[in-house]
């Protein structure tokens, strides 16, 4: 089981693998079992945000165990919370928040 972070800026936390990219991060979900997935809402001008992931999970039912929003963008991390809150599993811990500073200490 890996932990993902997706962020075009942000240095990577320890213990995560990093996706740049919207589709680097659903290469990830599709190929491996994912524990902990925060998710930035913007990735780059012109680029497909964390929407497109979090769109990708509620289509293949693929979900991690817990996901975290740590978007700066407030309009953007509410888009993927509604959506996420509406279609992931009761199981699936959705935090609307950046992770605390030890992963898993909150979950």
Known sequence: MINVY???YRPCPRGFAL????????????????GILSLDYDLGWGQPTGLE????MVASGRYPQAVYLHS????????MYH???QHAPLEVRLHNGPMPERPGAAD
């Open 19 to 34: 996706a740049k990219n919207a589709e680097e991060c659903i290469l990830l979900l599709e190929h491996e079992r994912v």
């Open 6 to 8: 997706l962020d075009d």
């Open 53 to 56: 992931v979090v769109r990708y």
């Open 83 to 85: 959506l996420l809150s």
């Open 72 to 79: 700066s963008s407030p309009a953007g991390r509410m888009q």
